[in-house]
């Protein structure tokens, strides 16, 4: 029995796998989407630590405020007469220190905010991410998203980081644990500040180390993002076809073009002073007007059937036809319809003109 012979087949040839590069259209399209690469943990982790970073520049001040504030109620508001206008002048008031007390940190934390997500996906502003979408609530669909690779990934990067957390905090509270006992010999100034020089450290650390997952977490994002963004070599072509027109409606209006200028050239032959032929390969008509022209023009030329057409129709109308090869050739090759003829031929064809005319008893 014959041995059959196995050959690879490359699938992709056949459109199906999406294994090239997303063309910049569809990288824009997506991008109208909403659809960028964009880690949460990344921002999250900068707004910590730019809060911890407020806290550490701006702690006096937030510090006066909030006793001030704290004495002021004991002070002068146990005993406030309690109206309608009192009591709206006091949260107003209050509201307005409670503002001036968290300034530092909102505005710190914003502009943290606002320059991390910037240097992640730019200046992007888009409805789609706020449109409801009725086919978010396919049942099936979501049932195949919370059992799906990304969702399993995302699962155990929040457990990793539950559990890195927690073991900061434990390892956090379990050296201070000697330190904790003192707490009953010192007064309320400096458990304040041990308290507050512990959360400092601990948020530091936590901060730090969510800030380099999230790096890590960014660089996933980006593959994920990039990966969703393939497409199959058929997607590229039907793109192109969508942006460039479908390639047989182009080549039909190419060639009605081409039918159009051919019939307007040929609309041209009655008006030339002679055609100088191969004499069957090619035919150029040129046209002189010593008023309007300061050389010989090329009205028309063809080659082969063109040529003939061209040869029959100055016969039709009279046009004197001249046999020259060299100059056939070279006026074919070296000028496009409504050009000139080239200074170094003015000669010959000078020569040929003057011919033409001599024949016809013209003068130009």
Do not use: C
């Amino acid at each position: 029995m014959p041995r059959l012979k196995r050959y690879k087949l490359d699938l992709q040839h056949f459109g199906g796998d999406k294994t090239e590069k997303p063309t910049s259209k569809k990288r824009g399209d997506a991008r109208k989407q909403g659809q960028v690469a964009k880690s949460a943990e990344l921002s999250g982790s900068v707004v910590l630590l730019s809060a911890l970073l407020s806290l550490t520049m701006f702690g006096d001040y937030m510090k006066e405020r909030f006793i001030t504030l704290y004495t002021d109620i004991f002070q002068n508001r146990m005993l406030m007469e309690v109206t309608t206008d009192n009591v709206i002048n006091m949260f107003n008031e209050y509201g307005l220190q409670i503002l001036m007390l968290l300034a530092p940190l909102l505005i710190i934390t914003f502009v943290a905010a606002v320059v991390v997500n910037y240097a992640e996906v730019g200046f992007l502003f888009t409805k789609s991410g706020i449109t409801p979408k009725f086919s978010k609530l396919n049942p099936i669909k979501g049932f195949k998203n919370i059992f799906s690779i990304r969702s399993f990934v995302e699962f155990l990067k929040s457990v990793f980081k539950l559990l890195l957390v927690g073991y900061l905090v434990y390892s956090a509270l379990w050296g201070q644990k000697d330190s904790f006992a003192s707490l009953t010999h010192v007064d309320a100034e400096g458990a304040y500040r041990f308290a507050a020089k512990m959360t400092m450290n601990l948020g530091v650390k936590i901060g730090v180390v969510l800030f380099i997952m999230a790096i890590f977490d960014y660089i996933y994002q980006k593959y994920e993002h990039e990966k969703s963004l393939k497409m199959s070599k058929q997607e590229i072509k039907d793109e192109y076809k969508n942006m460039e027109g479908d390639p047989q409606i182009k080549g039909k209006i190419k060639a009605a073009q081409r039918k159009m200028a051919m019939q307007r050239m040929m609309q041209e032959i009655p008006n030339a002073d002679v055609i100088i032929t191969n004499p069957t390969h090619f035919a150029v008509a040129l046209k002189y007007d010593g008023s309007t022209m300061e050389a010989p023009q090329v009205i028309a030329k063809g080659q082969d059937y063109v040529a003939l057409r061209i040869r029959e129709l100055a016969k039709e109308h009279g046009v004197m036809t001249m046999e020259n090869k060299p100059l056939a050739r070279a006026l074919f090759q070296r000028t496009e319809i409504g050009d000139v003829v080239p200074a170094d031929l003015f000669q010959a064809v000078a020569e040929v003109l003057a011919y033409v005319y001599k024949l016809k008893g013209k003068r130009r």
